[in-house]
């Protein structure tokens, strides 16, 4: 029923920026807090930015300062503007709703060459 598509990934130097969406469809996205997760080669899948259904942000301590979470409810829609790259941030970057046991979208790719 729900779907996530994630998209906005690429290659960029260290210092650059991104900016991933992730849309939902098929759902009461309202309903969900949402978060962004990332997956390095060999590393365990790590929440990085939550944004709640009131729209209340946390973040990792290590992308804390340069990523900003935000939601658009009435495009079902959540963003990660991804500032100050480093090359430890290259990841797959996914979108969810944390506890929901929704599927996985395919993630986005995000390489960050030093």
């Known amino acids: 029923q729900v779907q996530l598509v994630e998209s906005g990934g690429g290659l960029v130097q260290a210092g650059g920026s991104l900016r991933l969406s992730c849309a939902a469809s098929?759902?009461?996205?309202?309903?969900?807090?949402m978060g962004w997760y990332r997956q390095a080669p060999g590393k365990q899948r790590e929440l990085v930015a939550v944004?709640?259904?009131?729209?209340?942000?946390n973040y990792a301590d290590s992308v804390k300062g340069r990523f900003t979470i935000s939601r658009d409810n009435a495009k079902n829609t959540v963003y990660l503007q991804m500032n100050s790259l480093k090359p430890e941030d290259t990841a797959v970057y996914y979108c969810?709703?944390?506890?929901?046991?929704?599927?996985w979208g395919q993630g986005t790719q995000v390489t960050v060459s030093s």
């Open positions: 969810n709703a944390p506890g929901s046991n929704l599927a």
């Open positions: 098929g759902s009461i996205f309202s309903a969900y807090a």
């Open positions: 944004i709640t259904k009131g729209g209340s942000t």
